[in-house]
């Protein structure tokens, strides 16, 4: 009917207890887990005696039953299982216990030892894993079995620079850090890159800048070394922490060690050299450097085409609101004007 199982493991004695309540089967009563005894309900000493056959045949149970399984087994209070002991109880009462009792239960009981037994499995693979841990007495190390574990790895050293007619993109990996990003490309002025940190602290943390922050805080001290701390997104060891760096960019403040920073401004300085060489074919192109600098509203780079007088301004307001766009079909409606901006449309297409 079922295997035998041994009354002394602590996984059936804690699965018998949990399942009984923790009470004593035959009083009700509470008991400590630490006194409780593991009772058999047909007497162990009947095991390969007819009188057990006869027995198992009253209560209409199974050839094959098997004394020591959990549908015998119940939790008992010491004195109880005293009193109990080699004492013959009427097969009435012996068949209340099993059919009634104890046989709803068995398949809980089961389950129960089951999970207790993967859990202390679980427990054990875990202690061995601590005691790995234990002997790796260094980050590489630790961040090498991390990964094994998680099966990650990390970053490929790549490095690769795509430039058609539409996107001009960088992309460059070392081992822990990852650069990908969009260096302008006429018309759009403005570029934005993503950077991507994987090590034993950060999984996939990810932290995007636009064309303002890659100008102002990621290229800032570009090309130095790092000892000399010009690069004002780096926050330098202090205290009691030797060993960490922090990089503040774009509001978001990440702990790296040396080598981590080393690769980073690596990777920076390299896409450093792309970027501003086709900022500065597009400020030449744009023949930007002949004009002056806005110094006005979020659109900052914006440039002043022409300087001109405030009386010379009025008149060629009054103009073009004399050859609005809506106002007639000459060659000279084609203007849309406001107190601050004047718009010029094709007549064919606006």
Known sequence: MENPVDKSNLIVRAALYLEYEGKCFYEGLPIRFQDMHVDHVIPEYLEGTDELKK???????????????????????????????????????????????????????????????????????????????????????????????????????????????????????????????????????????????????????????????????????????????LRNYIIYPYGDKQEIYYVDLANTRIPLERKEVEQLTKIIDDFYDYYIKECRYLYFLLSRDKFEKSDGGYECNQVRLLKISKQSWIHILRFCREFDYNNGDSKWNIFDSSSSFVKVYCKDQR
């Open 55 to 229: 027995i198992i045949k009253i209560l209409g149970l199974p050839e094959n039953f098997n004394i020591n399984s959990v549908y015998n087994l119940v939790s008992c209070s010491p004195n109880v299982n005293q009193v109990k002991n080699k004492k013959e109880y009427p097969v009435e009462f012996l068949s209340h216990c099993i059919n009634m009792r104890t046989k709803p239960k068995a398949e809980k009981i089961k389950e129960r030892v089951k999970k207790l037994t993967d859990e202390y499995k679980a427990d054990k693979k875990l202690a061995k894993l601590t005691a790995m841990l234990n002997e790796y007495n260094n980050k590489e190390k630790l961040e090498e079995l991390y990964n094994t574990l998680s099966r990650e790895k990390p970053f490929i050293e790549f490095s690769e620079v795509n430039k058609d007619g539409n996107y001009y993109t960088y992309t460059k990996s070392l081992s822990n850090v990852h650069l990908s990003g969009y260096i302008p490309l006429y018309p759009n002025l403005e570029g934005s890159c993503l950077i991507t940190f994987s090590n034993l602290r950060l999984r996939d943390c990810m932290i995007t800048l636009n064309h303002k922050q890659i100008m102002k805080s990621l290229f800032s001290g570009v090309n130095t070394d790092i000892d000399l701390k």
